[in-house]
């Protein structure tokens, strides 16, 4: 095995120490702040309505918190599999630490679920309890849950509700621009990764979180759509395209300004980051991250900024830059935690990452886990309507 080592460090670099061949967080930690970023986006789309009443994006406004819920319910799961003893989450719960970025995340996460899942029970009373009426058996029981057993759907009851699902949304923003904040925190905090620490990591991460959750909207709202025949609303479709628009120029411009304050600053591990984006990190980063999925994504919303398009043809390369944009944040989270491990301790040189196809966090695996939020939306279809008569009067 030391052999095995040396021949490596030799090919790899003749200043790479043998602690630095593994790469400890892989994919599923790729994964996981990918996963949260897609429920602070699909957020913020509701957000818009039910607090800002952007009355536009009416018709996504209740999917977007049932997406954004199944993805919340899974948020835990890439972390969970990628300790040794996933049971043990629980300690830092029952005994946490004050000082732990870890250990507050647990109550985060907890909050973060409970105002979601109360936000989307008083969006969807009304319905529940027209659905309670015509069901039968565990479903009729199971509305009755939902419901609270209440039936008071009089103007009062249902003025008072709009005002708790205000209220909710409220504070709903922060304990979401927390949730992924911390994410970068967490990054940001590790003082002795030149690539991670940097006060702009956090604001990285949350400006990155709000493009790919607008961006799988846009994408799930034109498919599901398509797929069920039904119209689509392209004012809707419009604001959320704004909107992603005003978002991913704050992402890629701090993103390249991380890049030239490493650049400027000349810190003494300058060289090392340098050599990183244009070695081992040149074609994910330049190539993939930058000019692919960033420049023609940006000259795209431009052009549909800036002219004026048939609907058709608008809601396709809508389709098209949304999937390119979950590619590009997915692309980013690669490069800043695999990249950011790629730099040898010695500050001397770099180590490799090579994903398997079925180890525990392994592309299969990541597959799977990608598919358990929609196996999830899907169930929730079951259950509280994606778009009812009420929900698409405007659709056009």
């Known amino acids: 095995m030391d052999a095995v080592h040396s021949s490596t460090a030799i090919a790899i670099s003749n200043y790479v120490f043998p602690n630095d061949f593994h790469v400890h967080w892989s994919m599923m930690i790729v994964l996981y702040p990918y996963i949260t970023g897609l429920v602070d986006g699909a957020f913020i789309i509701a957000a818009l309505y039910y607090l800002f009443n952007v009355k536009s994006l009416r018709p996504v406004a209740r999917f977007s918190l049932l997406f954004a819920l199944a993805f919340l319910a899974i948020a835990t799961l890439p972390l969970l599999l990628h300790l040794g003893r996933p049971e043990r989450n629980f300690n830092m719960l029952l005994t946490p630490s004050p000082s732990s970025a870890m250990a507050g995340f647990g109550y985060i996460y907890a909050i973060s679920m409970g105002v979601l899942v ?107 759509r398509k797929i069920k025949g039904r119209s689509i609303d392209h004012g809707c479709i419009k604001t959320c395209v704004q909107t992603l628009t005003l978002f991913f120029i704050l992402a890629f411009t701090f993103e390249m ?31 993939w991250q930058v000019k692919i999925c960033s420049i023609i994504p940006l000259f795209t919303l431009g052009v549909l900024g800036l002219f004026t398009i048939k609907k058709n043809i608008y809601n396709f390369m809508a389709a098209i830059v949304s999937a390119m944009l979950l590619l590009q944040v997915l692309i980013m989270r690669w490069n800043v935690v695999i990249g950011g491990q790629l730099m040898s301790k010695s500050a001397r040189g770099y180590t490799e990452f090579h994903p398997e196809w079925f180890d525990k966090e392994g592309i299969i695996a990541v597959i799977i886990v990608m598919a358990i939020p929609f196996i999830i939306l899907f169930v929730l279809s079951r259950i509280f309507p994606f778009w009812t008569q009420n929900n698409e009067t405007n659709v056009k």
């Open 257 to 287: 300004l991380e890049v030239f304050s490493h650049s400027y600053l000349k810190s003494g591990y300058h060289h090392m980051v340098e050599g990183l984006l244009n070695g081992p990190l040149a074609s994910s980063f330049w190539l």
């Open 118 to 224: 109360f936000i989307v029970l008083f969006v969807y009373r009304r319905d529940l309890v027209e659905l309670r009426t015509k069901s039968k058996g565990l479903m009729k029981f199971l509305y009755r849950a939902l419901t609270f057993d209440s039936i008071d759907l009089s103007k009062d009851a249902l003025e008072l509700d709009q005002k708790i699902v205000r209220f909710l949304v409220g504070i709903g923003i922060p304990v979401a621009v927390v949730l992924h904040g911390y994410v970068g925190f967490i990054f940001g905090g590790v003082k002795a990764n030149p690539t991670w620490s940097t006060p702009l990591m956090p604001v990285i991460f949350l400006f990155s979180a709000c493009v790919s959750g607008i961006s799988a909207i846009i994408l799930a709202y034109i498919v599901i």
